[in-house]
């Protein structure tokens, strides 16, 4: 079954810092790009951050460049966002996303659950 | 970066209605363009990718129509089920952009 799986949400406190996980199964990791997109309580979505399937290319939302970084371990089929300097307007549920095949468009073809990230003192 | 603008932001309609949701780029998307459908609490499911083309597993009912920067989704006959926030995107250029979501509300 093809499925993504995140982890590493959480409490934070305004400036700190929290690095989410998110798990592929069912598919070989290493031959997608992947997307980070995330969803304000209430809010529609807002695509954050690529990497290709490589991890030689990577693409930021402006509202977060300069303070996240995705990364991936083709190794241990693991994406990442590491997040630091992190304000109340990041709190959100992230979701990762697989960028689909070349036929798709590059449409985000399988979502994972999300996991929370609250900014708040 | 290119905006992406759907039309109505809600919607309500009867068992067996035929529904019809826009969404408008400001600039040529060609057929970058791609509909979700997500239900409360839970992540985003793609319908429509290439504007047009079915994903796997997703009833006929809906189809997706357009190309260049006004696309449309359609719901040929609304079920229950069907209740839920639809959201346009484009991947044509990057950052990759999201309308601002459709309510489709059953009455």
């Known amino acids: 079954q093809v499925q993504l799986m995140e982890s590493g949400g959480g409490v934070v406190q305004p400036g700190g810092s929290l690095k989410l996980s998110c798990e592929p199964s069912?598919?070989?990791?290493?031959?997608?790009?992947m997307h980070w997109v995330r969803q304000a309580p209430g809010k529609g979505l807002e695509w954050v951050a690529f990497i290709r399937y490589d991890g030689t290319n990577k693409y930021y939302a402006d509202s977060v460049k300069g303070r996240f970084t995705i990364s991936r371990d083709n190794s241990k089929s693991t994406l990442f966002l590491q997040m630091v300097s992190l304000r109340a307007e990041d709190t959100a549920v992230y979701y990762c996303?697989?960028?689909?095949?070349?036929?798709?468009?590059?449409?985000?073809?399988?979502w994972g659950q999300g996991t929370l990230v609250t900014v708040s003192s | 970066d290119i905006q992406m603008t759907q039309s109505p932001s809600s919607l309500s309609a009867s068992v067996g209605d035929r529904v019809t949701i826009t969404c408008r780029a400001s600039?040529?998307?060609?057929?970058?363009l791609n509909w979700y459908q997500q239900k409360p609490g839970k992540a985003p499911k793609l319908l429509i990718y290439a504007a047009s083309s079915l994903q796997t597993g997703v009833p006929s009912s809906f189809s997706g129509s357009g190309s260049g920067t006004d696309f449309t989704l359609t719901i040929s006959s609304l079920q229950p089920e069907d209740s839920a926030t639809y959201y346009c995107q484009q991947t044509y250029s990057t950052p990759w952009t999201f309308g601002q979501g459709t309510k489709v509300e059953i009455k």
């Open positions: 600039q040529s998307t060609g057929s970058y």
């Open positions: 069912g598919f070989t990791f290493s031959s997608y790009g």
């Open positions: 996303a697989r960028q689909g095949s070349g036929w798709t468009y590059d449409a985000f073809d399988i």
